[in-house]
């Protein structure tokens, strides 16, 4: 059975990544703002990761165990790293160069987070309880010791500047705490807090970010400036209809109206040349790809791989979600990429990393 989960989860991935590389081609098809390096620095990618998911999907999913608490020290030394050798590029200083190649480290923060809490609540079952003059020491090694290791690399992630990056590592804190068998009311109790603290988090954001948050509400108010993105993604999308305009015949792409199309908005690529119906088959393909993964993890019967594996459906549902939504204007515009169809050499080689988790859980199952 779980042999057969492979199956569908590999047929899921191979058709998200190949709808990804047509809207990539199309996005990048003569025109002088996205080069077509982008489109073939992709294919590569992809030919390179299917055999790299493969290959892990053979190795042991516990060897990650071993190595999470090294992997976890290592980006963080990376996410210090960038504020003294790291480069600016679209307004933020995310990259560092590493063997001669640009790296993302907050990209490999999202794996790093959920192996190190999966290990962490793995060895460390939640008791989590308040005392009536104060509280115990299981909350400090329940919750408090776990929340500074996702808040610590969060904050850094925070400063490069990037937002999306930094609550999403805080969404995973929450799904895994919440997986790991914690009680409702702690989890409540965390969620109430950060929904207190949001005044605060505004207080640091950038004056970018707080425009993009001010357009969601209402995008005319800078329809040439922070605006501008996202009401020509709604137009788009919208002249996408239901059958599109056909590939490589959508004209807010190729007359260069939709800026970030090869990356956070290539969605709306997919919406204006293959129309409501070629949207809604990447979304049935991502659901499939997220159902048969969770039917995957429930037969696991370990604790790692059970939570590691919650943390990267969780990560892949989050961000498709958020993605989408913010090409659509449901989500404030938050910098997050479309799994395996954006262009970003970064996040493409970490969604690789999970696949190949994932399909070596399924793997080794039975043997518990």
């Known amino acids: 059975m779980s042999r057969n989960l492979n199956k569908i989860i590999w047929i899921a991935m191979i058709v998200i990544v190949s709808v990804g590389l ?32 493969w290959g892990l999907s053979h190795v042991d ?16 030394i990376f996410l210090l790293g960038i504020f003294i050798f790291g480069h600016y590029a679209l307004g933020a200083k995310r990259w560092i160069e590493f063997f001669g190649l640009n790296f993302q480290p907050s990209e490999l923060m999202k794996f790093s987070i959920i192996l190190v809490l999966a ?38 992630v925070f400063k490069q500047p990037d937002l999306g990056t930094a609550l999403l590592l805080f969404g995973i804190f929450v799904v895994v705490l919440y997986a790991s068998g914690i009680a409702y009311k ?17 207080s640091f954001m950038k004056s970018y970010q707080k425009d993009r948050l001010l357009v969601f509400l209402n995008p005319n108010i800078d329809p040439l400036g922070a605006g501008y993105t996202i009401i020509q993604s709604k137009i788009a999308v919208g002249s996408g ?26 969605f709306s690529v997919v919406g204006e040349e293959w129309g409501l119906v070629g949207s809604v088959f990447l979304i049935f393909c991502f659901f499939i790809l997220l159902m048969k993964a969770l039917d995957l993890i429930e037969r696991t019967k ?9 943390g990267i459906v969780t990560i892949l549902a989050l961000q498709t979600v958020i993605n989408i939504g913010m090409v659509l204007g449901l989500c404030p515009i938050v910098g997050l990429t479309l799994p395996f169809v954006s262009y970003g050499r970064s996040s493409f080689v970490v969604f690789v990393l999970m696949m190949g988790f994932l399909l070596s859980l399924g793997k080794r199952r039975t043997i518990f």
Do not use: C, M
């Open 22 to 53: 047509l809207a990539l081609y199309s996005a990048s098809y003569q025109n002088a703002r996205v080069s077509q390096k982008v489109f073939f620095d992709q294919l590569i990618l992809a030919v390179v990761g299917f055999l790299a998911i």
């Open 61 to 76: 999913y516990r060897k990650f165990y071993d190595i999470a608490y090294v992997l976890y020290a290592a980006n963080v």
């Open 119 to 156: 290990r962490y609540f793995a060895d460390n079952k939640p008791k989590i309880a308040f005392h009536r003059y104060g509280v115990n020491s299981e909350f400090f090694s329940d919750f408090l010791v776990p929340f500074v290791i996702v808040a610590f690399p969060a904050f850094l």
């Open 186 to 202: 702690y989890l409540l109790g965390l969620i109430s807090l950060g929904l207190v603290s949001l005044p605060v988090l505004w």
């Open 241 to 266: 209809q239901i059958f599109g305009k056909g590939w490589l015949s959508g004209t807010q792409n190729q007359l260069n109206f939709l800026p970030e199309r090869h990356t956070d908005f290539i």
């Open 302 to 310: 370990e604790k790692f791989g059970y939570l590691a594996g919650i």
